[in-house]
Protein backbone atom coordinates (compact mmCIF):
# COMPACT_ATOMS: atom_id res chain seq x y z
CA UNK A 1 0.00 0.00 0.00
CA UNK A 2 1.19 3.70 -0.49
CA UNK A 3 2.52 5.13 2.10
CA UNK A 4 1.74 9.31 3.38
CA UNK A 5 4.93 11.57 2.23
CA UNK A 6 5.55 14.54 4.08
CA UNK A 7 8.34 17.36 4.19
CA UNK A 8 8.92 20.54 6.40
CA UNK A 9 8.94 23.73 5.45
CA UNK A 10 12.25 25.22 4.68
CA UNK A 11 12.07 26.85 1.51
CA UNK A 12 13.63 30.24 1.43
CA UNK A 13 11.56 33.11 1.98
CA UNK A 14 10.31 36.05 -0.41
CA UNK A 15 8.77 39.74 0.71
CA UNK A 16 5.34 38.44 0.59
CA UNK A 17 3.79 40.87 -1.47
CA UNK A 18 0.76 38.86 -1.78
CA UNK A 19 -0.38 38.61 1.27
CA UNK A 20 -1.75 41.47 1.62
CA UNK A 21 -5.10 40.86 -0.69
CA UNK A 22 -6.17 38.49 1.32
CA UNK A 23 -6.45 39.95 5.00
CA UNK A 24 -9.68 40.02 6.85
CA UNK A 25 -10.55 43.37 5.89
CA UNK A 26 -10.85 42.52 2.93
CA UNK A 27 -12.56 38.84 2.83
CA UNK A 28 -15.10 40.92 5.03
CA UNK A 29 -16.00 43.06 2.05
CA UNK A 30 -16.22 39.79 -0.18
CA UNK A 31 -18.41 38.73 2.16
CA UNK A 32 -20.98 41.45 2.10
CA UNK A 33 -20.69 41.23 -1.88
CA UNK A 34 -22.02 37.25 -1.56
CA UNK A 35 -24.13 38.15 1.15
CA UNK A 36 -26.10 40.19 -1.65
CA UNK A 37 -26.93 37.08 -3.03
CA UNK A 38 -30.53 35.71 -2.32
CA UNK A 39 -28.98 32.33 -2.10
CA UNK A 40 -26.46 32.86 0.46
CA UNK A 41 -26.39 31.53 3.89
CA UNK A 42 -23.40 30.82 6.18
CA UNK A 43 -22.48 27.44 5.88
CA UNK A 44 -21.62 24.86 8.97
CA UNK A 45 -18.92 24.58 11.02
CA UNK A 46 -19.10 21.36 11.97
CA UNK A 47 -17.58 20.63 15.89
CA UNK A 48 -16.51 16.62 16.57
CA UNK A 49 -16.25 16.29 19.77
CA UNK A 50 -16.50 12.87 19.86
CA UNK A 51 -14.04 12.10 17.29
CA UNK A 52 -11.83 14.66 18.84
CA UNK A 53 -12.12 12.46 21.80
CA UNK A 54 -11.62 9.31 20.11
CA UNK A 55 -8.35 10.33 18.12
CA UNK A 56 -6.89 12.20 21.45
CA UNK A 57 -7.28 16.16 20.38
CA UNK A 58 -8.70 18.83 22.37
CA UNK A 59 -10.95 19.69 19.60
CA UNK A 60 -11.97 18.97 15.43
CA UNK A 61 -13.80 21.85 13.69
CA UNK A 62 -15.20 20.55 9.67
CA UNK A 63 -15.95 23.49 7.73
CA UNK A 64 -18.94 22.07 5.37
CA UNK A 65 -19.23 23.80 1.99
CA UNK A 66 -21.60 20.75 0.94
CA UNK A 67 -24.27 23.76 1.75
CA UNK A 68 -22.41 26.44 -0.59
CA UNK A 69 -25.10 27.95 -2.90
CA UNK A 70 -27.04 24.94 -3.30
CA UNK A 71 -23.84 23.98 -5.40
CA UNK A 72 -22.59 21.20 -3.07
CA UNK A 73 -18.86 22.64 -2.95
CA UNK A 74 -17.48 26.23 -1.96
CA UNK A 75 -15.75 27.24 -5.68
CA UNK A 76 -18.48 29.20 -6.75
CA UNK A 77 -17.43 31.58 -4.11
CA UNK A 78 -14.35 32.42 -6.47
CA UNK A 79 -15.53 32.41 -9.60
CA UNK A 80 -18.55 34.95 -8.37
CA UNK A 81 -16.62 37.18 -7.48
CA UNK A 82 -13.65 37.13 -9.99
CA UNK A 83 -16.93 37.85 -12.66
CA UNK A 84 -17.93 40.67 -10.56
CA UNK A 85 -14.92 42.52 -10.15
CA UNK A 86 -14.40 41.94 -13.97
CA UNK A 87 -17.52 43.60 -14.65
CA UNK A 88 -17.00 46.37 -11.93
CA UNK A 89 -13.37 47.16 -13.87
CA UNK A 90 -14.81 47.73 -17.34
CA UNK A 91 -17.62 49.82 -16.06
CA UNK A 92 -14.61 51.82 -14.12
CA UNK A 93 -17.12 50.66 -10.96
CA UNK A 94 -16.71 49.87 -7.66
CA UNK A 95 -17.56 45.94 -6.93
CA UNK A 96 -19.09 47.24 -3.79
CA UNK A 97 -21.74 49.02 -6.28
CA UNK A 98 -22.46 45.66 -7.92
CA UNK A 99 -24.22 43.71 -5.43
CA UNK A 100 -26.83 40.39 -6.83
CA UNK A 101 -29.42 42.90 -7.77
CA UNK A 102 -27.51 44.95 -10.23
CA UNK A 103 -25.43 42.46 -11.71
CA UNK A 104 -28.75 40.86 -12.46
CA UNK A 105 -30.57 43.50 -14.02
CA UNK A 106 -31.27 45.07 -17.45
CA UNK A 107 -29.89 47.73 -17.41
CA UNK A 108 -26.36 46.43 -16.25
CA UNK A 109 -26.54 44.06 -19.20
CA UNK A 110 -27.35 46.97 -21.70
CA UNK A 111 -24.48 48.83 -20.39
CA UNK A 112 -21.71 45.93 -19.83
CA UNK A 113 -23.05 43.71 -22.59
CA UNK A 114 -22.16 40.06 -22.72
CA UNK A 115 -18.85 38.04 -22.33
CA UNK A 116 -17.86 35.07 -22.67
CA UNK A 117 -16.03 33.38 -19.96
CA UNK A 118 -14.26 30.30 -20.44
CA UNK A 119 -12.55 27.80 -17.67
CA UNK A 120 -10.91 24.55 -17.39
CA UNK A 121 -11.54 22.42 -15.10
CA UNK A 122 -12.84 18.69 -13.18
CA UNK A 123 -16.33 19.94 -11.80
CA UNK A 124 -16.71 22.55 -9.12
CA UNK A 125 -15.00 25.35 -10.38
CA UNK A 126 -16.35 24.98 -13.60
CA UNK A 127 -19.66 24.59 -11.88
CA UNK A 128 -19.04 27.43 -9.88
CA UNK A 129 -18.60 29.64 -12.61
CA UNK A 130 -21.15 28.31 -14.97
CA UNK A 131 -23.74 29.16 -12.42
CA UNK A 132 -22.43 32.70 -12.24
CA UNK A 133 -22.32 33.45 -15.44
CA UNK A 134 -25.88 32.18 -15.96
CA UNK A 135 -27.27 33.96 -13.32
CA UNK A 136 -25.57 36.88 -14.42
CA UNK A 137 -26.77 36.74 -18.12
CA UNK A 138 -23.03 36.08 -19.67
CA UNK A 139 -21.83 33.24 -21.79
CA UNK A 140 -19.49 30.02 -20.52
CA UNK A 141 -17.22 27.81 -22.22
CA UNK A 142 -16.13 24.99 -19.88
CA UNK A 143 -13.40 22.17 -21.20
CA UNK A 144 -13.08 19.20 -19.00
CA UNK A 145 -10.15 16.55 -17.82
CA UNK A 146 -9.62 13.61 -19.06
CA UNK A 147 -11.30 11.49 -16.28
CA UNK A 148 -13.88 13.54 -15.70
CA UNK A 149 -17.24 11.85 -14.88
CA UNK A 150 -20.00 12.38 -17.33
CA UNK A 151 -22.41 13.27 -13.74
CA UNK A 152 -20.12 16.58 -13.33
CA UNK A 153 -20.31 17.40 -16.70
CA UNK A 154 -24.00 16.78 -16.80
CA UNK A 155 -24.00 19.54 -13.61
CA UNK A 156 -22.05 22.27 -16.05
CA UNK A 157 -24.21 22.09 -18.96
CA UNK A 158 -27.39 22.42 -16.50
CA UNK A 159 -26.23 25.57 -15.99
CA UNK A 160 -26.55 26.55 -19.81
CA UNK A 161 -22.56 26.35 -20.14
CA UNK A 162 -21.17 25.08 -23.40
CA UNK A 163 -19.02 22.13 -21.62
CA UNK A 164 -17.30 18.92 -23.08
CA UNK A 165 -14.61 16.67 -21.69
CA UNK A 166 -11.56 16.61 -23.51
CA UNK A 167 -8.49 14.13 -23.85
CA UNK A 168 -5.71 16.76 -22.17
CA UNK A 169 -4.93 16.47 -18.22
CA UNK A 170 -6.01 19.74 -16.34
CA UNK A 171 -3.29 21.75 -16.84
CA UNK A 172 -3.54 21.31 -20.76
CA UNK A 173 -7.52 22.06 -20.89
CA UNK A 174 -5.99 25.59 -18.90
CA UNK A 175 -4.00 26.10 -21.93
CA UNK A 176 -6.72 25.67 -24.38
CA UNK A 177 -9.17 27.57 -22.25
CA UNK A 178 -6.41 30.16 -22.37
CA UNK A 179 -5.95 30.26 -26.04
CA UNK A 180 -9.30 30.09 -26.98
CA UNK A 181 -10.45 32.71 -24.63
CA UNK A 182 -7.73 35.09 -26.23
CA UNK A 183 -9.31 34.16 -29.72
CA UNK A 184 -12.78 35.32 -28.81
CA UNK A 185 -14.16 38.78 -29.03
CA UNK A 186 -15.08 39.61 -25.28
CA UNK A 187 -13.80 36.48 -23.84
CA UNK A 188 -11.99 36.17 -20.79
CA UNK A 189 -10.50 33.29 -18.67
CA UNK A 190 -11.65 32.92 -15.18
CA UNK A 191 -9.35 30.34 -14.04
CA UNK A 192 -8.14 30.10 -10.63
CA UNK A 193 -4.35 29.53 -11.14
CA UNK A 194 -2.09 32.14 -12.08
CA UNK A 195 1.12 32.01 -14.46
CA UNK A 196 3.34 35.25 -15.80
CA UNK A 197 0.99 37.56 -17.18
CA UNK A 198 -2.27 36.52 -15.48
CA UNK A 199 -2.61 37.26 -12.40
CA UNK A 200 -5.40 39.74 -11.12
CA UNK A 201 -8.36 37.27 -11.68
CA UNK A 202 -6.96 34.47 -9.82
CA UNK A 203 -6.02 37.14 -7.21
CA UNK A 204 -10.04 38.01 -6.99
CA UNK A 205 -10.55 34.19 -7.38
CA UNK A 206 -8.52 33.66 -3.99
CA UNK A 207 -10.44 36.25 -2.50
CA UNK A 208 -13.42 34.91 -3.28
CA UNK A 209 -12.79 32.18 -1.75
CA UNK A 210 -11.55 34.36 1.55
CA UNK A 211 -15.86 34.39 2.18
CA UNK A 212 -15.14 30.54 3.61
CA UNK A 213 -12.42 31.72 6.04
CA UNK A 214 -14.13 34.63 6.70
CA UNK A 215 -17.30 32.41 8.10
CA UNK A 216 -15.06 29.62 10.09
CA UNK A 217 -13.15 32.12 11.69
CA UNK A 218 -16.31 34.03 13.12
CA UNK A 219 -18.16 30.54 14.21
CA UNK A 220 -14.94 29.23 15.78
CA UNK A 221 -15.15 32.42 17.94
CA UNK A 222 -19.01 31.70 18.15
CA UNK A 223 -17.82 27.86 19.92
CA UNK A 224 -15.20 29.61 22.10
CA UNK A 225 -12.28 28.58 20.42
CA UNK A 226 -9.88 32.23 20.28
CA UNK A 227 -7.38 30.34 17.64
CA UNK A 228 -6.70 27.15 16.05
CA UNK A 229 -3.74 25.32 16.53
CA UNK A 230 -3.73 23.47 13.56
CA UNK A 231 -5.05 23.96 10.11
CA UNK A 232 -5.55 21.33 7.34
CA UNK A 233 -6.10 22.39 3.88
CA UNK A 234 -6.18 20.59 0.62
CA UNK A 235 -4.13 21.60 -2.48
CA UNK A 236 -4.29 21.58 -6.00
CA UNK A 237 -3.15 24.27 -7.63
CA UNK A 238 -2.95 25.91 -3.97
CA UNK A 239 -5.53 28.42 -4.89
CA UNK A 240 -7.77 27.56 -2.36
CA UNK A 241 -5.01 26.60 0.27
CA UNK A 242 -3.56 30.08 -0.30
CA UNK A 243 -6.57 32.05 0.34
CA UNK A 244 -6.89 30.33 4.00
CA UNK A 245 -3.39 30.05 4.90
CA UNK A 246 -3.09 33.83 4.04
CA UNK A 247 -6.10 34.83 6.05
CA UNK A 248 -5.36 33.22 8.81
CA UNK A 249 -1.81 34.34 8.28
CA UNK A 250 -2.86 37.75 8.91
CA UNK A 251 -5.40 37.15 11.35
CA UNK A 252 -2.91 35.47 13.63
CA UNK A 253 0.29 37.56 12.42
CA UNK A 254 2.89 36.80 14.87
CA UNK A 255 1.34 33.50 16.16
CA UNK A 256 -0.07 31.30 13.36
CA UNK A 257 -1.52 28.10 13.62
CA UNK A 258 0.16 25.08 12.39
CA UNK A 259 -0.72 25.18 8.45
CA UNK A 260 -0.53 21.43 7.01
CA UNK A 261 -0.88 21.25 3.11
CA UNK A 262 -2.50 17.74 1.49
CA UNK A 263 -2.07 17.04 -1.76
CA UNK A 264 -2.69 13.79 -3.81
CA UNK A 265 0.10 12.05 -4.67
CA UNK A 266 -0.26 11.78 -8.19
CA UNK A 267 -0.11 15.64 -8.45
CA UNK A 268 1.67 16.73 -5.43
CA UNK A 269 3.32 19.48 -7.27
CA UNK A 270 3.47 22.02 -3.95
CA UNK A 271 4.88 18.57 -2.27
CA UNK A 272 7.66 18.59 -4.94
CA UNK A 273 8.44 22.04 -5.03
CA UNK A 274 8.97 21.68 -1.46
CA UNK A 275 11.86 18.78 -1.65
CA UNK A 276 13.46 21.05 -4.10
CA UNK A 277 14.03 23.58 -1.80
CA UNK A 278 15.07 25.89 -4.45
CA UNK A 279 12.00 28.32 -3.90
CA UNK A 280 10.77 27.58 -7.92
CA UNK A 281 6.83 25.89 -7.84
CA UNK A 282 7.67 22.51 -10.25
CA UNK A 283 5.37 20.51 -12.45
CA UNK A 284 3.49 17.45 -12.16
CA UNK A 285 2.77 16.15 -15.56
CA UNK A 286 0.99 13.19 -17.04
CA UNK A 287 -2.58 12.06 -16.74
CA UNK A 288 -2.68 12.29 -12.69
CA UNK A 289 -5.59 10.02 -12.53
CA UNK A 290 -6.81 10.11 -8.97
CA UNK A 291 -10.03 9.59 -6.82
CA UNK A 292 -9.06 13.12 -5.46
CA UNK A 293 -9.96 14.47 -9.30
CA UNK A 294 -10.36 17.95 -7.58
CA UNK A 295 -6.77 18.27 -6.37
CA UNK A 296 -5.53 16.72 -9.39
CA UNK A 297 -3.94 19.46 -11.06
CA UNK A 298 0.63 19.79 -11.72
CA UNK A 299 1.07 23.50 -11.41
CA UNK A 300 1.25 25.38 -8.77
CA UNK A 301 -0.36 28.68 -8.83
CA UNK A 302 2.40 31.43 -8.91
CA UNK A 303 0.54 33.69 -6.52
CA UNK A 304 -0.60 31.08 -4.23
CA UNK A 305 2.83 29.41 -4.49
CA UNK A 306 4.31 32.98 -2.89
CA UNK A 307 2.01 33.09 0.29
CA UNK A 308 2.53 29.17 1.00
CA UNK A 309 6.34 29.23 0.65
CA UNK A 310 6.32 31.79 3.31
CA UNK A 311 4.00 30.59 5.85
CA UNK A 312 3.28 27.17 5.45
CA UNK A 313 4.72 24.52 8.02
CA UNK A 314 4.34 20.91 6.55
CA UNK A 315 3.44 19.98 2.44
CA UNK A 316 2.21 15.96 2.92
CA UNK A 317 1.28 13.75 -0.43
CA UNK A 318 -1.52 11.76 -0.10
CA UNK A 319 -2.60 8.22 -1.23
CA UNK A 320 -5.84 8.04 -2.65
CA UNK A 321 -7.08 5.43 0.54
CA UNK A 322 -6.26 8.83 2.59
CA UNK A 323 -8.92 10.33 1.08
CA UNK A 324 -11.06 7.42 1.18
CA UNK A 325 -10.47 6.87 4.77
CA UNK A 326 -11.69 10.69 5.83
CA UNK A 327 -14.88 10.41 3.58
CA UNK A 328 -16.12 7.33 6.13
CA UNK A 329 -15.51 9.02 9.34
CA UNK A 330 -17.06 11.97 8.22
CA UNK A 331 -20.05 10.18 6.70
CA UNK A 332 -19.95 7.88 9.62
CA UNK A 333 -19.15 9.54 12.55
CA UNK A 334 -18.70 8.95 16.25
CA UNK A 335 -21.92 8.77 18.35
CA UNK A 336 -23.47 11.97 18.98
CA UNK A 337 -21.38 13.79 16.06
CA UNK A 338 -23.14 15.64 12.84
CA UNK A 339 -22.50 14.07 9.64
CA UNK A 340 -20.62 15.34 7.16
CA UNK A 341 -21.16 14.55 3.51
CA UNK A 342 -17.43 14.62 2.05
CA UNK A 343 -16.60 14.20 -1.45
CA UNK A 344 -13.45 12.97 -2.41
CA UNK A 345 -11.55 16.06 -3.17
CA UNK A 346 -12.86 17.13 0.41
CA UNK A 347 -12.12 14.25 2.99
CA UNK A 348 -8.22 13.90 2.66
CA UNK A 349 -7.79 16.38 5.49
CA UNK A 350 -9.66 14.19 8.17
CA UNK A 351 -8.32 10.89 6.74
CA UNK A 352 -4.91 12.31 7.34
CA UNK A 353 -5.65 13.85 10.40
CA UNK A 354 -7.40 10.17 11.83
CA UNK A 355 -3.83 7.94 10.25
CA UNK A 356 -1.55 10.16 12.47
CA UNK A 357 -3.35 9.97 15.21
CA UNK A 358 -4.21 6.01 15.05
CA UNK A 359 -0.57 4.85 13.08
CA UNK A 360 2.19 4.77 14.83
CA UNK A 361 4.08 4.29 11.28
CA UNK A 362 3.27 8.43 11.32
CA UNK A 363 4.67 9.23 14.44
CA UNK A 364 7.54 11.18 13.26
CA UNK A 365 5.27 13.50 11.29
CA UNK A 366 2.66 13.35 14.40
CA UNK A 367 5.23 14.79 16.49
CA UNK A 368 6.75 17.13 14.03
CA UNK A 369 3.74 19.04 13.79
CA UNK A 370 2.61 18.82 17.27
CA UNK A 371 -0.46 17.24 16.99
CA UNK A 372 -1.72 15.97 20.48
CA UNK A 373 -4.44 16.19 22.90
CA UNK A 374 -4.14 19.97 23.05
CA UNK A 375 -4.77 20.21 19.69
CA UNK A 376 -7.87 22.00 17.98
CA UNK A 377 -7.88 21.49 15.18
CA UNK A 378 -9.49 23.07 11.88
CA UNK A 379 -10.31 21.38 8.41
CA UNK A 380 -12.32 22.51 4.90
CA UNK A 381 -14.47 20.05 3.46
CA UNK A 382 -14.92 21.29 0.31
CA UNK A 383 -16.96 19.42 -1.44
CA UNK A 384 -20.40 17.62 -1.20
CA UNK A 385 -21.27 14.25 -3.03
CA UNK A 386 -20.61 16.00 -6.07
CA UNK A 387 -20.15 12.26 -7.81
CA UNK A 388 -23.10 10.54 -5.62
CA UNK A 389 -22.26 7.02 -7.68
CA UNK A 390 -18.41 7.45 -6.83
CA UNK A 391 -19.45 8.12 -3.25
CA UNK A 392 -21.75 5.69 -2.29
CA UNK A 393 -19.02 3.59 -4.09
CA UNK A 394 -16.08 4.55 -1.26
CA UNK A 395 -18.47 4.74 1.56
CA UNK A 396 -21.16 1.81 0.84
CA UNK A 397 -18.67 -0.41 -0.88
CA UNK A 398 -15.60 0.04 0.96
CA UNK A 399 -13.75 1.20 -2.53
CA UNK A 400 -10.12 2.72 -1.47
CA UNK A 401 -9.78 0.40 1.63
CA UNK A 402 -7.37 1.91 4.38
CA UNK A 403 -4.35 1.15 5.89
CA UNK A 404 -5.96 0.84 9.01
Not at 95 to 110: A, C, G, H, N
Not at 330 to 350: F, H, I, K, N, Y
Not at 392 to 397: A, K
Request: charged share 25%; net charge negative.
Amino acid sequence: MEHIKWIKNSLPKTEDQNLKYLSPEESKKVRAFHESFPQYTKTPLVKLDEMAKHLGLANIFVKDESYRFDLNAFKVLGGSYAIARYIAQKLGRDVSELPYSVLTSDKLREEFGQATFFTATDGNHGRGVAWAANKLNQKCVIYMPIGTTQTRLNHILNENAKATIEDLNYDDCVRKAAAEADETPNGVIIQDTAWEGYEEIPTWIMQGYGTMAYEADEQLGEYGCDRPTHIFIQAGVGSLAGAVQGYFANRYAGNEPTVVIVEADVAACLYKSAVANDGDPHIVDGDMLTLMNGLACGEPSTISWDILRNHVDTFVSCPDWVAAKGMRMLAAPCRCDRQVVSGESGAVGMGLVATLMENDDYRELREAIGLDKNSRVLMFSTEGDTDPENYRRIVWDGAHPSAR
